[in-house]
């Protein structure tokens, strides 16, 4: 296999590791979110509690490959973000930390104050950090303040409040939209009585979020954001040399490969479609094919940032030449093949003890299940 082709190849495969965190960290995300207003009192909030509490740790397992994936196939990209983006990302850990602790140790004691913190503290660890994630994927359609010298070496010129600029925010709250949204659905699966009917309002209220901010952020990006393209040459099977191109700023780029590539404009309208069935089927109380739908959003909205900004994954704003692409970010291609392999053997292997998992501690929980079961549940 060649350069060109593994390039491309961890180019996929990295968006395929961020849907699964999506799809899967995202509705325990998403039911954190959820969780202080959709159990009115301790009991319910147990039963929501318990329909991810058992699954978190396994779901999370995409989140850190993820990371691990980025830091292997585009080393520049993991520092370049890691060091801009710094106390963005601390804040997103600050935020996950409530959630082992608070899934551990809120049960324990029977305190009105302390189950109640606990579930703020969860709400904050669902909430946060896919705001977060949101405002940094916003701001590199925008373009990141940051360039190399003459040795490779990154300097970032930004601030944090830079990046809470008005179009990061709104693809800020896209993704809370989407993942609440994905995990309102889930709980319509694993809840009923009141807690369902519930979650289908909140179902169908961020579904229509999730419609809107996504058409909003679209449309900003058609007329108000210029996007970037390559000039020069570029030798996708080259040593990676991010130096070596010449890179414009031009309106509208970032609609150009919907026009280059005529199946990608399939990807936002297909997002659009699952939205609005997801929405339908929430109305319909078709919980599982809205838990579908929601997770082919998110796919849908993820594919679409990816295929917009192809193939710049960290455009600079400072400096457009030093802009960091598919092409020029990447280790070496020994370094490609390894992973390659490792994920061929690996992968499936999540696919499937999640699902086993999954499959074992499947149903819905009750209240009554909580009451019978109250020293063995979280």
């Given at each position: 296999m060649d350069y060109e082709s593994l390039k491309l190849i961890w180019w996929?495969?990295?968006?395929?590791?961020?849907?699964?965190?999506?799809?899967?960290?995202?509705?325990?995300?998403?039911?954190?979110?959820?969780?202080?207003?959709?159990?009115?009192?301790?009991?319910?909030?147990?039963?929501?509690i318990n329909t991810v509490a058992p699954h978190w740790e396994g779901n999370q397992v995409w989140f850190v490959t993820a990371g691990g994936a980025i830091f292997a196939a585009w080393p520049l990209i993991?520092?370049?973000?890691?060091?801009?983006?710094?106390?963005?990302?601390?804040?997103?850990?600050?935020?996950?930390?409530?959630?082992?602790?608070?899934?551990?140790y809120r049960s324990k004691i029977h305190n009105a104050t302390w189950r109640s913190t606990w579930d703020w503290g969860l709400f904050i660890g669902g909430a946060v950090p896919p705001i977060i994630f949101g405002v940094a994927f916003g701001n590199l359609l925008l373009g990141v303040?940051?360039?190399?010298?003459?040795?490779?070496?990154?300097?970032?010129?930004?601030?944090?409040?830079?990046?809470?600029?008005?179009?990061?925010?709104?693809?800020?709250?896209?993704?809370?939209?989407?993942?609440?949204?994905?995990?309102?659905?889930?709980?319509?699966?694993?809840?009923?009585?009141?807690?369902?009917?519930?979650?289908?309002?909140?179902?169908?209220?961020?579904?229509?979020?999730?419609?809107?901010?996504?058409?909003?952020?679209?449309?900003?990006?058609?007329?108000?954001?210029?996007g970037y393209v390559i000039t020069s040459h570029i030798d996708p099977n080259a040593l990676p040399d991010p130096m070596d191109k010449t890179v414009v700023k031009t309106a509208g780029a970032w609609m150009s490969n919907y026009t280059t590539y005529a199946w990608a404009k399939w990807i936002p309208i297909g997002t659009f479609i699952a939205i609005a069935l997801g929405i339908v089927f929430s109305r319909l109380h078709k919980a599982g094919l809205a838990f579908v739908a929601s997770s082919i959003t998110c796919a849908g909205i993820i594919g679409t940032a990816g295929v917009s900004m192809f193939p710049f994954l960290m455009p600079s704003s400072s400096d457009p030449r030093s802009s960091l692409t598919v092409w020029d970010s990447v280790s070496s291609e020994l370094t490609l093949g390894v992973m390659l392999g490792a994920t061929v053997v690996f992968m499936p292997l999540i696919i499937f003890y999640t699902s086993w998992a999954y499959k074992v501690m499947w149903g819905k929980v009750t209240t009554d299940f909580i009451k019978a079961n109250d020293h063995s549940v979280y």
């Open positions: 996929l495969l990295v968006g395929v590791l961020l849907i699964g965190f999506a799809i899967m960290d995202g509705h325990d995300m998403g039911v954190g979110t959820l969780l202080p207003f959709v159990g009115r009192n301790d009991l319910e909030r147990r039963a929501v993991y520092a370049t973000a890691f060091s801009g983006f710094y106390w963005a990302m601390m804040a997103a850990l600050w935020a996950l930390f409530f959630r082992p602790v608070g899934f551990t303040p940051f360039q190399f010298d003459d040795t490779l070496r990154s300097s970032y010129t930004g601030t944090f409040w830079q990046l809470l600029n008005p179009f990061g925010l709104l693809a800020g709250v896209v993704s809370l939209s989407m993942l609440t949204f994905q995990g309102a659905n889930y709980l319509m699966l694993r809840t009923e009585g009141d807690i369902y009917r519930r979650v289908r309002t909140a179902s169908l209220i961020f579904g229509v979020a999730t419609l809107v901010t996504f058409a909003l952020a679209g449309l900003w990006i058609m007329k108000g954001i210029d």
